[in-house]
């Protein structure tokens, strides 16, 4: 008999719940501070209530410095009207994709249902169980019904974690620009605690709907652990799918209304960006809501729902769930418990322990989170496993039974928490303006945009090489200790601080519409400083975001892959044997032709924007001049009807090649093109997304104009300046709707094999077993 864990089953009954209930309690917390600050018109509310502060971070003092001529009761009412209209737009801009998304969610739900429940002709007699045939399981339908469910849970709470955020960044963002008048650490502060209440809000929500589904379906499943986990890794398939589609339909919204806004204002009207005559200007920063924010949020719950469905899987299946060990099974989610607590700890760093009081402070006081988080979460995870793990254990490990220790699973989880950590500063490094890559990029504008592009290219491939080498290394290590499980688990180690991660992440568009707001309502030049300031930071840490997102899609899809591979009764993968081969091809081609889908819609809707825009300023008398107002509504409305209409085609194209390919070809040549996909989908995501970063960098580096090096290309408007802004709108549907969007193929595409695994192994691969 194995020894079991340290923490007996009620505790770990207990601890889990409590974990998640406080990260919610936190997060409401958070949105309550961010609430003090009044967006009205009564100049004495507009500071928080600081007692409790003891005046910390300049809560308590609301002396708001004079503005330029500007009557200080406008500015409050003008910020007041731009934050609804935004929020309006974001609004209706979701529903209407949930309309579209609610379809798709209830004909995928019937095709589960179908699918699995044919498995065994749809029979209701119990069965023996695939890995040990003493026990009887429950039917194949009741793991099609229970997998339905799932599903159903996990779309749910995936939409509702991208709703709830881009509701947060609203109401945050001219709280922000509010608080800029009375200094950057105001505003800082205010930024960073409203992407903490989405960061923990999504972690904790997430984990509580997860553990209460595992609870309540082992009331039918009882001691059926096998099937019990396979119906849950619908959960992970239903947070997927819907992030996909929040991230291509939001990403495209976003940068068709940035571009179009970019091309006409900046270039050929010679405006400022987020100028209010600029009639994209609304739309572009809806966009960022629901692009950044709710995409983002929905991408990482699927990411962290998958990380821990594939590890329960696996787990079910070796000797914890052979013993019915309950407290080492809930290893994955005890992970994301100590998660939410260590994050909580990081947090009150930003936002109560040190005071921010000048610009520069900004970038490390965000990159301290990432480092503080990670040191925090390896003592957490030592404690963990010594407490949930038995000292050893067996690990499933395609048709064997492999041996752990807990101390080797300790260091799987480490392994990926502090890849997740290298992968961010790499990617710090080649996307902030404060290094060489994204200077000699800016450098290169001095003789023209054709330069920008290739130097920038340059940048994105080059910034693939250290990230790819932390990924093998992290998946080597957990490999070698732990096999699949513990791929698993080091996906679970780089996401474990993800509340951090997430808030972190939040906080760049929440500054981005900050700016927006300052320059649409004409506050000081000061002002519109302070706020670019915390754009510029933000647009780094969602580079940093984005790397992260990416590395532990890498992980996740693995693993998933390893699960799919053992429930579908795979031994081997053979790359030598046609079947395999023709997968590995086509897997590879897949994320190239899914890039070329979003790059086109992008392109094609901005080009819609483009002809909006130019028609406004040529056809509104006085809307140059500022004395006639532009049609923002018509410009929302063709970035609104543009996304909804072109996030049906890449969709479809990842939701539908598993099937066709697992039904007609079979597993072996399924197996070749996730594997395919995951390895030229993480490559093309890096480069892309980093490249995007660097142009966006580049520009901001030109228009600061900090350092000599800086002025000598500027000011806006010089011809390196205008070479500057093409390379930034060529990067913008690279960094923020293919890039990100990639990390959600590899995923979803693993997760949905894993879920029709029993389809496929039984009915699959009818085109060779007739020819």
Known sequence: MVASAFLPELWTEILIPVCAVVGIVFSLFQWFIVSQVRVSADLGASSSSGGANNGKNGYGDYLIEEEEGVNDQSVVAKCAEIQTAISEGATSFLFTEYRYVGVFMVIFAAIIFVFLGSVEGFSTENKPCTYDDTKTCKPALATAAFSTIAFILGAVTSV????????????????????????????????????????????????????????????????????????????????????????????????????????????????????????????????????????????????????????????????????????????????????????????????????????????????????????????????????????????????????????????????????????????????????????????????????????????????????????????????????????????????????????????????DNAGGIAEMAGMSHRIRERTDALDAAGNTTAAIGKGFAIGSAALVSLALFGAFVSRAGVHTVDVLTPKVIIGLLVGAMLPYWFSAMTMKSVGSAALKMVEEVRRQFNTIPGLMEGTAKPDYATCVKISTDASIKEMIPPGCLVMLTPLIVGFFFGVETLSGVLAGSLVSGVQIAISASNTGGAWDNAKKYIEAGVSEHAKSLGPKGSEPHKAAVIGDTIGDPLKDTSGPSLNILIKLMAVESLVFAPFFATHGGILFKYL
């Open 160 to 511: 509702l974690s991208g709703f709830l955020g881009m509701k947060i960044a609203t109401y945050a963002n001219a709280r922000t620009t509010l608080e800029a008048r009375k200094g950057v650490g105001k505003a800082f502060i205010v930024a960073f605690r409203s992407g903490a209440v989405m960061g923990f809000l999504l972690a904790a929500s997430g984990l509580l709907v997860l553990y209460i589904t595992i609870n309540v379906f082992k009331i039918y499943y009882g001691e059926d652990w096998e099937g019990l986990f396979e119906a849950i890794t619908g959960y992970g398939l239903g947070g997927s799918s819907m992030a996909l589609f929040g991230r291509v339909g939001g990403g495209i919204y976003t940068k068709a209304a940035d571009v179009g806004a970019d091309l006409v204002g900046k270039i050929e009207r010679n405006i400022p960006e987020d100028d209010p005559r600029n009639p994209a200007v609304i739309a572009d920063n809806v966009g960022d809501n629901v692009g950044d924010i709710a995409g983002m949020g929905s991408d990482l719950f699927g990411s962290y729902a998958e990380a821990s469905c594939a590890a329960l899987v696996v787990a079910s299946i070796s000797s914890f769930g052979i013993n019915h060990d309950f407290t080492a099974m809930c290893y994955p989610l005890l992970i994301s418990s100590m998660g939410i607590l260590v994050c909580l700890i990081t947090t009150l760093f930003a936002t109560d322990f040190f005071e921010i009081k000048a610009v520069k402070e900004i970038e490390p006081a965000l990159k301290n989170q990432l480092i503080i988080s990670t040191v925090i979460m390896t003592v957490g995870i030592a404690i963990v496993s010594y407490v949930g793990l038995p000292s050893s254990f067996t690990i499933f490990n395609f048709g064997a039974q492999k041996v752990v220790k807990n101390w080797q699973l300790f260091l799987c989880v480490c392994v990926g928490l502090w890849a997740g950590l290298i992968i961010g500063f790499v990617t710090e490094y080649y996307t902030s303006n404060a290094y060489s890559p994204v200077q000699d990029v800016a450098d290169s504008c001095r003789t023209g945009a054709a330069t920008n592009v290739i130097f920038g290219l340059a940048l994105g491939y080059k910034s693939v090489i250290i990230p790819i080498f932390a990924i093998a290394i992290s998946i080597f290590v957990s490999f070698s200790f732990a096999a699949m499980y513990g791929v698993a688990v080091a996906a679970l180690g780089m996401l474990s601080t993800i509340a951090t991660g997430l808030a972190i992440d939040a906080y760049g568009p929440i500054s």
